[in-house]
Structure formats: structure tokens, C-alpha cells
């Protein structure tokens, strides 16, 4: 595609990556065919290849309207675009420049800005988020039901119990920001798993946010600030080999610190370290499966799987940011389960970090056609490897929603 960027930002560092990016892209439109927007709405400016003519008009100094806005906020940021890319365009990174140079161009109204300011603001932060969850699970008889369903019931407590034995191997788990709130057996059950195989998980105060959260609402500088807080944090394990590497156990956050070294490439005093956290991050999954041998042996001893069916829901995070596909399905399939198939398994569920909250009308059609899907094969248990898909599904479902670490908990530390 040819490209004549205009010169508020031809010859800077993101103008210059924004048309390699445009450069690259055919406008074949095979993009559009596993855009979830494109085809609800049908729109040719509400799938990728629509979203990029608008971006490159505005990169070129053309006119910039609520339009651009409106099309560019529906953009669920899932990536799918990208794994069917012939061409490899960097669809994400592209949009990332796009949303930054609008915020500047196109005013948002003051309700959007208030919305936008109080979900960077008080989600990322557990001393708000928590006593918030807390008084609407409190409220929930009383609420509406379709706000009443956002709220998640209340955690088992007793699921919270973590192994207290100390090993030699250790590695460091993200505690996050909502997940000790909304599912905070996740952590407990990987340590359990992980106590399992020789390996202890810890958790490094003073991390927080890991930065995902405002970069998608387009607080970038206050994003960056997030990602440092957690490099601070996590440096001293990690420089003094204390730990051999990161765990993460929400997928949205593992896609966020595996970039942290294409974030922060440009700031002379972190970059070198966040290249570094970016390096040692690793899924859940994809530590479980480097120690299979071990895990299966651990299995067998075990006995025998309940051989239950299992629908498995893989992140977009998990499959397009972080490219981990069939991974997790072949830890459940070792594990005694089985798989149930899902139709259009590629697709999104809505819940694309606050997007569920940003745009709730497609993000609940969205859900409810994920749960379509994954009860289409009768399952016993509806599992995913992401805290927001997990409650984002569980909005629209009687039915727990779990995540996948805990079933492999389950078959290894059976419940006394």
C-alpha cells in the first residue's frame, strides 16, 4: 500500500513503524473474514482492513470525525486479524499509534472521558476494586439483572489455601490486579500444581496493574508507569537469579509483560530490563508442559481421569497475542478430560479487557454466542485461561466458569 504520511509524524519513531506497517498490507481482506465485528455488523469500516483505511487517512492529515472514533472504539483489539494475515501485517501495533493520534484529534465527550478516567483509575487499583465487588455482591439481590450478572458471587475461601513447602526452583507469579478479588484460587491452584513439580511460586509485593488496563483505554503514559512499577518490583529476584522466570496465569496479562520490551524499547532506563522480564515470561501452560514428563508420571500415580467433557475457551490473548494454541487442550486431554469442540473456537467472547464494559451490547452478543458454542457439546465444565473471559462468560452462564489450572489441581491435589 502506498502511504504519504503528513509531518506531525512522517519522521517520528511511531510514524515511521505506523507506514512499514501500512506498507506491508495488501488489503486482501482474508482479515475480515475472522474479524468478530465485521461480521456481526457487517460493515466494511468495522473489520480490519476497513479500521487501517481509516487509520492511514488520519496518519496522512486527513479530516478526523466522531466516525473514525466510533468505528476504531469497536475494535475489540482480539488479534484474530493477524493470525489469518498472509502478509503479517502488525494489525495491533498499527491500531496502538492509530487510537493514540486520535485521542489527541477528536474530543471525546465529557461522559466518555469520566467513564474511560474511572475504569484506568479504579479497576487497576485493589484497595478500590475490591470493596467495590464487595458492596455490589452485597447488592446483587436488588440490582437490575443485567447489571446484577456482572457481579461475581462471592470466592470459596477455603480454595485460597497455598502449599507451604519451600523448593530450591522458584518463580515468580503476577497477582494482578482483579483476579485476587474476582478468582483468587487461580494463583493458589498453580502453586499447588507447581508445589507438585518441585517448583515454588511466589508473589512480589507492590506490583499492581500490569499495565494492560490503560494502554487499552489509550492512557499509555500511565500504562508505562504500571509496567515499570512491576519491573521495580520484580528486578531484584530476577537480577540476582533468585528466580528462573515469570509465571502468568491470566493470559491478557501475559500477552501485556511478554511486549514489555517493545513498550519500553525507547526509555534508556528500563529498557534493557523489561527486554529481559519479556524473555522470562511464560504461561502457565507452557511451564506445566516443559515439565511433562514429570507432570505425567505425577498423573499416573494419580489413577485414572473422571474422563469428564471439557469446553475450553482460549483467550484471544492466549492464542493470538501469545501464539499458545493446542497447549493447554493437551494438559487437559493428560489430565483424564475430554475435549469438547467448539465452532469458530478462533473467535472472541466479548470480554477484551473493558471492552465488555465500553461496548455492552456486541460484547454480550459476542458471549452469548461463545457459550452457544461451548455448550454445543454437552460439557460437564466450562473452562477458559483468562480472569476477564472467565467473568465475562460467567455473566451469561448458571453454569460455573473456571479456569483450566484448576482442573489439573483437582486430579493432582484431590480435595480431602
Given at each position: 500500500?502506498?502511504?504519504?504520511?503528513?509531518?506531525f509524524i512522517k519522521d517520528t519513531p511511531a510514524g515511521r513503524e505506523a507506514d512499514a506497517i501500512l506498507r506491508s498490507c495488501?488489503?486482501?481482506?482474508?482479515?475480515?473474514?475472522?474479524?468478530?465485528?465485521?461480521?456481526?455488523?457487517?460493515?466494511?469500516?468495522?473489520?480490519?482492513?476497513?479500521?487501517?483505511?481509516?487509520?492511514?487517512?488520519?496518519?496522512?492529515?486527513?479530516?478526523?470525525?466522531?466516525?473514525?472514533?466510533?468505528?476504531?472504539?469497536?475494535?475489540?483489539?482480539?488479534?484474530?486479524?493477524?493470525?489469518?494475515?498472509?502478509?503479517?501485517?502488525?494489525?495491533?501495533?498499527?491500531?496502538?499509534?492509530?487510537?493514540?493520534?486520535?485521542?489527541?484529534?477528536?474530543?471525546?465527550?465529557?461522559?466518555?472521558?469520566?467513564?474511560?478516567?474511572?475504569?484506568?483509575?479504579?479497576?487497576?487499583?485493589?484497595?478500590?476494586?475490591?470493596?467495590?465487588?464487595?458492596?455490589?455482591?452485597?447488592?446483587?439481590?436488588?440490582?437490575?439483572?443485567?447489571?446484577?450478572?456482572?457481579?461475581?458471587?462471592?470466592?470459596?475461601?477455603?480454595?485460597?489455601?497455598?502449599?507451604?513447602?519451600?523448593?530450591?526452583?522458584?518463580?515468580?507469579?503476577?497477582?494482578?490486579?482483579?483476579?485476587?478479588?474476582?478468582?483468587?484460587?487461580?494463583?493458589?491452584?498453580?502453586?499447588?500444581?507447581?508445589?507438585?513439580?518441585?517448583?515454588?511460586?511466589?508473589?512480589?509485593?507492590?506490583?499492581?496493574?500490569?499495565?494492560?488496563?490503560?494502554?487499552?483505554?489509550?492512557?499509555?503514559?500511565?500504562?508505562?508507569?504500571?509496567?515499570?512499577?512491576?519491573?521495580?518490583?520484580?528486578?531484584?529476584?530476577?537480577?540476582?537469579?533468585?528466580?528462573?522466570?515469570?509465571?502468568?496465569?491470566?493470559?491478557?496479562?501475559?500477552?501485556?509483560?511478554?511486549?514489555?520490551?517493545?513498550?519500553?524499547?525507547?526509555?534508556?532506563?528500563?529498557?534493557?530490563?523489561?527486554?529481559?522480564?519479556?524473555?522470562?515470561?511464560?504461561?502457565?501452560?507452557?511451564?506445566?508442559?516443559?515439565?511433562?514428563?514429570?507432570?505425567?508420571?505425577?498423573?499416573?500415580?494419580?489413577?485414572?481421569?473422571?474422563?469428564?467433557?471439557?469446553?475450553?475457551?482460549?483467550?484471544?490473548?492466549?492464542?493470538?497475542?501469545?501464539?499458545?494454541?493446542?497447549?493447554?487442550?493437551?494438559?487437559?486431554?493428560?489430565?483424564?478430560?475430554?475435549?469438547?469442540?467448539?465452532?469458530?473456537?478462533?473467535?472472541?467472547?466479548?470480554?477484551?479487557?473493558?471492552?465488555?464494559?465500553?461496548?455492552?451490547?456486541?460484547?454480550?452478543?459476542?458471549?452469548?454466542?461463545?457459550?452457544?458454542?461451548?455448550?454445543?457439546?454437552?460439557?460437564?465444565?466450562?473452562?477458559?485461561a483468562n480472569v476477564g473471559c472467565q467473568t465475562h462468560l460467567q455473566s451469561g452462564s448458571r453454569r460455573p466458569v473456571r479456569h483450566w489450572i484448576e482442573l489439573l489441581d483437582e486430579r493432582l491435589n484431590p480435595p480431602s
Amino acid at each position: 500500500m502506498q502511504t504519504n504520511l503528513a509531518d506531525f509524524i512522517k519522521d517520528t519513531p511511531a510514524g515511521r513503524e505506523a507506514d512499514a506497517i501500512l506498507r506491508s498490507c495488501v488489503h486482501c481482506g482474508f482479515c475480515n473474514a475472522t474479524c468478530p465485528t465485521f461480521l456481526l455488523l457487517g460493515n466494511e469500516l468495522d473489520g480490519p482492513r476497513g479500521r487501517i483505511y481509516l487509520i492511514k487517512e488520519m496518519l496522512e492529515g486527513q479530516s478526523v470525525t466522531v466516525r473514525t472514533q466510533l468505528h476504531l472504539d469497536r475494535c475489540l483489539s482480539c488479534r484474530a486479524c493477524e493470525t489469518t494475515c498472509p502478509s503479517g501485517v502488525r494489525y495491533h501495533r498499527l491500531f496502538e499509534i492509530g487510537c493514540q493520534v486520535l485521542e489527541q484529534r477528536v474530543p471525546r465527550s465529557a461522559a466518555s472521558r469520566m467513564s474511560r478516567f474511572l475504569l484506568g483509575e479504579a479497576l487497576p487499583r485493589k484497595w478500590i476494586f475490591k470493596p467495590a465487588v464487595r458492596m455490589g455482591q452485597w447488592l446483587r439481590p436488588l440490582l437490575p439483572s443485567t447489571l446484577a450478572a456482572r457481579v461475581p458471587l462471592p470466592a470459596d475461601g477455603a480454595a485460597r489455601q497455598r502449599p507451604r513447602s519451600t523448593h530450591q526452583r522458584k518463580m515468580i507469579a503476577l497477582a494482578g490486579c482483579m483476579q485476587p478479588t474476582l478468582a483468587p484460587n487461580t494463583n493458589a491452584a498453580t502453586a499447588r500444581v507447581l508445589d507438585r513439580l518441585g517448583i515454588e511460586l511466589i508473589e512480589v509485593a507492590g506490583v499492581g496493574c500490569c499495565g494492560a488496563l490503560r494502554y487499552h483505554l489509550n492512557s499509555q503514559e500511565g500504562a508505562l508507569d504500571d509496567m515499570r512499577r512491576a519491573i521495580d518490583a520484580w528486578w531484584p529476584d530476577v537480577e540476582s537469579g533468585r528466580v528462573e522466570g515469570l509465571v502468568m496465569t491470566a493470559s491478557g496479562c501475559g500477552a501485556q509483560v511478554r511486549e514489555y520490551g517493545e513498550r519500553l524499547k525507547h526509555d534508556p532506563a528500563y529498557a534493557e530490563k523489561a527486554a529481559r522480564i519479556a524473555a522470562l515470561t511464560r504461561d502457565a501452560s507452557e511451564v506445566l508442559a516443559a515439565e511433562q514428563g514429570q507432570l505425567l508420571d505425577l498423573l499416573r500415580q494419580e489413577g485414572a481421569g473422571s474422563g469428564q467433557r471439557v469446553a475450553f475457551h482460549a483467550p484471544c490473548t492466549l492464542q493470538h497475542a501469545q501464539k499458545i494454541r493446542g497447549v493447554v487442550e493437551t494438559l487437559l486431554t493428560a489430565a483424564g478430560y475430554q475435549l469438547s469442540p467448539i465452532a469458530d473456537a478462533h473467535l472472541c467472547c466479548g470480554s477484551a479487557g473493558t471492552y465488555s464494559i465500553r461496548q455492552p451490547e456486541l460484547a454480550t452478543t459476542l458471549r452469548d454466542h461463545k457459550l452457544a458454542a461451548m455448550r454445543a457439546g454437552a460439557p460437564a465444565l466450562l473452562v477458559t485461561a483468562n480472569v476477564g473471559c472467565q467473568t465475562h462468560l460467567q455473566s451469561g452462564s448458571r453454569r460455573p466458569v473456571r479456569h483450566w489450572i484448576e482442573l489439573l489441581d483437582e486430579r493432582l491435589n484431590p480435595p480431602s
